[in-house]
């Protein structure tokens, strides 16, 4: 398994549109497990695979206190959603914000798993809140696009500062 490496805000390619996945196979798999890997050791709740410059529809989410309930969802889609709920939302991409946004309270969605199976899903709370965030990177969209153009601008700049000390002190 293999730890990937996730894009920071305002990178171009998280504005990347992913596209459906038409094959379900051990390659892709392997890219799954990675992916959580990933997630866990960050250590977040959700990752979408446009964090990870892969631009097809794939996420993997776990919002479980013990982290022992992973969900793998490929080619999501919401089929109903009611209700609006305001939570505090931050993102691996990124790193140190943390805004609140309004989203639908309760969704149902459908989706494939890792094996090509489809399956749906009702979902309120945290777990809700979470898969809508998620299909959001799908289509090139991130939390701060909900924020005020001054609140994102700031994210923005503090953002591409601390990744420039970043990137000076690994040289
Ligand atoms: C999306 O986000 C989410 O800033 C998943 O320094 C978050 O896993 C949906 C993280 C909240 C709903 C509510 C963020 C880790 C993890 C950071 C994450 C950070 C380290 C974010
Ligand atoms: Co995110």
């Known amino acids: 398994m ?3 490496e996730i894009l920071h805000f305002p990178d171009k390619r998280l504005r990347t549109k992913a596209v459906d996945i038409v094959t379900i196979d051990d390659a892709l798999r392997l890219f799954i497990a990675d992916m959580y890997e990933t997630m866990y050791d960050a250590p977040g709740i959700g990752l979408a695979a446009t964090q990870v410059n892969f631009h097809k529809r794939l996420i993997v989410i776990d919002v479980s206190e013990d982290k022992d309930d992973p969900l793998c969802l490929i080619n999501p889609a919401i089929t109903h959603k009611d209700g ?5 939302e931050g993102c691996l991409s990124v790193p140190g914000f943390y805004e609140n946004v309004e989203r639908a309270e309760h969704i149902t969605v459908k989706a494939l798993n890792q094996h090509g199976e489809a ?5 309120e709370g945290l777990l809700a809140v979470c898969i809508q965030h998620e299909i959001d990177h799908l289509d090139g969209k991130l939390f701060v696009d909900y924020l005020s153009p001054l609140k994102r601008n700031r994210i923005r700049k503090k953002l591409i500062r601390t990744d420039k000390e970043l990137a000076q002190q690994a040289k």
């Open 2 to 4: 293999a730890k990937l």
């Open 84 to 88: 609006v709920e305001t939570m505090q």
């Open 119 to 123: 399956f749906e899903l009702t979902a």
